[in-house]
């Protein structure tokens, strides 16, 4: 079947660590995406990535950092920059960059990051 | 600036109600895309629905009913006969032309109760 798989769906993580999340589409999509949902708040874009090898920073991107080595592939890893990293993390591609609205994005399951 | 407001936090009702979820959005471009989104408890963004701007018909899938309106700034989505598996998180989403990025709502939880 085709989808995105995010993993792992909880994530422990000491203060001072960096950690990274995976996330994997067999879609062919070529736009990916990163965003992050703090309870009772909407989705907030953290990375994008249009096509390989190429990603652009969205709204919240401090403090992580992303890498888009193949088209199927766009992990996160969240940095000890990162104030207050605890957060449901969502990955999401599209056929194309969402421009113009024309295509919808599909989302991960996404995993849940606690930093203890 | 673009804004999307949904002004339900969360809604309760018993199974085989009707229940209309409200979205009211901000924005200045004149071509834009609506969304609609269900988060079920498993955590992924499901789409519902995608409505483009110049588009005011009224849409109906099943239960589901969306209600598109310019003149108040609304895409308002109607369950009707809700059953329990409708218990989930809806975003509604807005976004203009030529961006790459969705601008969310902050969700309605609907708890529909047996």
């Known amino acids: 079947d085709g989808g995105i798989t995010q993993s792992p769906k909880y994530l422990f993580r000491k203060e001072g660590q960096n950690v990274t999340l995976s996330c994997e589409q067999n879609?062919?999509?070529?736009?990916m995406y990163w965003y992050r949902q703090d309870p009772g708040q909407g989705l907030r874009l953290i990375y994008y990535?249009?096509?390989?090898?190429?990603?652009q920073k969205g709204d919240i991107a401090e403090g992580y950092s992303v890498s888009r080595e193949k088209k199927e592939s766009f992990p996160l890893t969240v940095t000890s920059a990162q104030k207050n990293p605890t957060a449901f993390y969502l990955c999401?591609?599209?056929?194309?960059?969402?421009?113009?609205?024309?295509?919808?994005?599909?989302f991960g399951q996404g995993t849940r990051l606690t930093v203890v | 600036a673009q804004k999307v407001t949904q002004a339900q936090t969360e809604i309760s009702v018993v199974e085989k109600e009707d229940v209309t979820l409200d979205c009211v959005y901000e924005?200045?471009?004149?071509?834009?895309?609506l969304f609609w989104y269900k988060q079920p408890p498993s955590g992924e963004l499901v789409f519902l629905i995608r409505?483009?701007?110049?588009?005011?018909q009224n849409e109906i899938s099943g239960r589901y009913s969306w209600n598109f309106q310019k003149s108040t700034s609304s895409f308002n989505f109607t369950i009707t006969a809700s059953q329990v598996v409708d218990s989930a998180v809806y975003f509604c989403?807005?976004?203009?032309?030529?961006?790459?990025?969705?601008?969310f709502g902050s969700g309605t939880r609907l708890l529909v109760r047996p």
């Open positions: 999401a591609s599209s056929i194309d960059l969402l421009q113009g609205g024309g295509t919808e994005a599909f």
């Open positions: 879609l062919n999509h070529d736009a």
């Open positions: 990535s249009q096509i390989v090898n190429d990603f």
């Open positions: 924005t200045r471009d004149t071509t834009y895309y």
């Open positions: 409505r483009n701007s110049f588009d005011e």
């Open positions: 989403a807005l976004i203009k032309y030529s961006s790459y990025k969705l601008i």
